[in-house]
């Protein structure tokens, strides 16, 4: 049951995935669809084509027939769900991918009816195929479309209005399905671009495909020095998106904050780690800012909900309704960053109008399975009696694990939903109070930890 993950299902190949798992999952997964079709797409993993071919074998047996787009990244995989081929609209689509994780691993990023398959409904999907026997095989039934054609076809046409314009773009694709669309988009659009690691390779052989980690943007920072005027790098599949200047890494609140504004008076939804100069600033504008919780499913499903025009997480997925179908999709991202560079806004100026805040990066807690939603009650728990010498806290926001308000700044831990980790965050106008505010709620970890 442990590659059954709150937002996708994930494991390493042949070990937790293989045969009789993966065609088990589809045959399971054929049962929550009400329509005749599937469209399947994969990442550059060698082992993907195979658990493509596993998966077809499912969805086949339980009656669904399978659109393949091939090789492609997440966001193309999910454009499919809004496009009529030959004369069929798919009613799900599945993409094989590992997304950033090392290469023995892979896994299944499902949306059923423009939705995320999320949750509860991965984890009854498990303990279906668990006690499941394996179906009987059917003829295959699978009908090749031009996925990518049609996206880049798309993206060209809703961004003739940057064509040509002059600045040097450099980015860097890690090896991963971003290169696949990416050329003939910068190429059609008459960009002057130069990129690394374009070929995908699914053993990642120049760097980890994160964009998150800093580590991993040294090469694109090296060429962004030498040769260019922005930098975008993208992950293993497409779906989150670092954006580099010569003064910023502007992470994914940041952006959010930039691409607001050509919106008029937008609702833009952040997760429980954006900084609170996110929401305020949005606020000041005029816009409606809203706090939820971690999770690109998540976010998908309160968007819809709320009918927000933007949505984003601090590590690069970046979600627009604003003009698009409501999903995150680096690539798009990409070009709206561009765009705004294109109207003459200049990015570095505009974040050095905002309030300074000292923010650490995500700092991770090693706990277990077991105990980490545990932990999270119990802090919420000391926190209604602090110790003495705790920070004054203004109030608590718990809609995602305990996002704490102090006078100065907040503090944020929350157990993540794919790993044995809690994952904390701090964040003060004051240097001093976000050690403070770090050095305190890990004082309250660790008790809430011996208290169990």
């Excluded at 560079?341 to 974040?351: C, T, Y």
Aim: glycine share 8%.
């Amino acid at each position: 049951m442990s590659i059954y993950r709150e937002y996708d299902i994930r494991g390493i190949y042949e070990k937790e995935l293989n045969e009789e798992s993966v065609v088990k999952i589809g045959f399971g997964l054929a049962s929550k669809i009400d329509g005749e079709y599937v469209s399947v797409g994969y990442d550059a993993r060698s082992h993907s084509p195979i658990l493509f071919e596993y998966l077809v074998r499912g969805l086949n047996a339980g009656g669904k027939k399978v659109l393949d787009m091939g090789m492609v990244p997440t966001p193309v995989n999910y454009f499919t769900n809004y496009q009529i081929w030959d004369g069929v609209t798919p009613s799900a689509s599945v993409m094989i991918t590992g997304s950033h994780n090392p290469s023995e691993y892979n896994g299944f990023k499902i949306t059923v009816d423009k939705a995320p398959f999320f949750g509860e409904d991965i984890y009854a999907l498990g303990r279906e195929c668990e006690t499941m026997d394996m179906p009987n095989a059917v003829p295959r039934d699978v009908t090749k479309i031009n996925a990518v054609e049609r996206y880049i076809d798309f993206l060209v046409e809703e961004f003739q209005h940057i064509k040509g314009m002059t600045e040097k773009i450099v980015y860097d694709c890690g090896n991963g399905v971003a290169g696949i669309v990416t050329e003939d988009i910068f190429k059609n659009l008459q960009l002057n671009t130069k990129g690394l690691y374009v070929e995908p390779d699914g053993t990642f052989p120049n760097h980890h495909p994160d964009p998150s980690v800093e580590a991993n943007l040294q090469d694109l920072k090296v060429l962004l020095e030498k040769e260019g005027d922005i930098g975008f790098a993208y992950d293993g599949d497409a779906d989150r998106i670092a954006v580099l200047t010569h003064k910023n890494n502007i992470k994914g609140d940041m952006m959010a904050l930039l691409y607001s504004m050509t919106m008029d008076k937008p609702t833009v939804i952040g997760e429980v780690k954006c900084s609170q100069v996110m929401y305020d600033e949005l606020e000041r504008r005029g816009a409606k800012a809203i706090m939820y919780k971690t999770g690109h499913s998540n976010l998908k499903v309160k968007m819809k909900e709320v009918n927000a025009d933007l949505a984003c997480e601090v590590s690069g997925h970046i979600f627009f309704k604003n003009r698009y179908f409501g999903y995150d999709d680096a690539i798009y991202a990409t070009l709206r960053m561009l765009e705004l560079i294109h109207e003459g806004i200049d990015l570095d100026a505009e974040l050095a109008k905002l309030p300074k805040v000292y923010s650490t990066e995500e700092i991770k807690v090693e706990t277990t399975e077991e105990e980490k939603f545990k932990i999270i009650d119990k802090v919420k728990e000391l926190l209604q009696n602090p110790p003495a010498d705790f920070p004054k806290v203004k109030d608590i926001i718990d809609v995602d694990g305990v996002r704490i308000n102090f006078e100065n700044g907040w503090g944020l831990v929350r157990a993540s939903n794919t790993t044995p980790v809690l994952v904390t965050r701090f964040e003060s106008t004051s240097k001093e109070d976000a050690k403070l505010y770090e050095n305190s709620v890990n004082s309250l970890i660790q008790k809430a930890k011996d208290l169990l």
